[in-house]
């Protein structure tokens, strides 16, 4: 929280990270280089906000998303907000669009699903381990 109204007139940086995988936590590395980025060329850091499982989102626009893409719309609403006040990104709008699209069980059906049906389609044997060590190496 704070106000940033007052500070020099060093451009605003403002982290959005996404990522596929259903658990936020993969967007915290690209989060905390951006925060040293922002310092290190002198831009003022306003906040994060972080998006998972995006994939279920299939590509379409948060308007055109529905329920999927609701928390993601509200955590930039929120950010929004605050930013046209001067104020830092809150973490309420953090925490908000953090929350997963899907369940991360019902990310996995589907993920795994779809794994199967492009190997399929591909070609590829999904059980194969070309990696795995020979029974007669030795």
């Not at 850091?45 to 379409?60: D, H, I, N, W």
């Not at 999927?68 to 669009?97: H, I, Q, Y």
């Amino acid at each position: 929280q704070g106000d940033i109204s007052g500070e020099a007139r060093r451009p605003a940086f403002l982290v959005i990270s996404n990522c596929g995988l259903p658990e936020n936590l993969h967007n915290d590395v690209v989060i905390e280089q951006s925060k040293l980025f922002a310092q290190q060329i002198g831009y003022r850091y306003v906040g994060s906000l972080g998006l998972c499982a995006t994939g279920a989102l299939g590509g379409k626009a948060l308007e055109e998303a529905g329920r999927l893409a609701k928390n993601a719309r509200r955590g930039l609403e929120l950010a929004a907000v605050s930013l046209d006040r001067g104020e830092l990104v809150p973490e309420k709008a953090a925490r908000v669009m953090a929350r997963p699209v899907l369940p991360g069980w019902i990310f996995r059906i589907i993920a795994n699903r779809m794994f199967r049906k492009t190997g399929k389609r591909e070609g590829t044997d999904l059980k194969a381990t070309p990696y795995a060590p020979s029974v007669n190496a030795g």
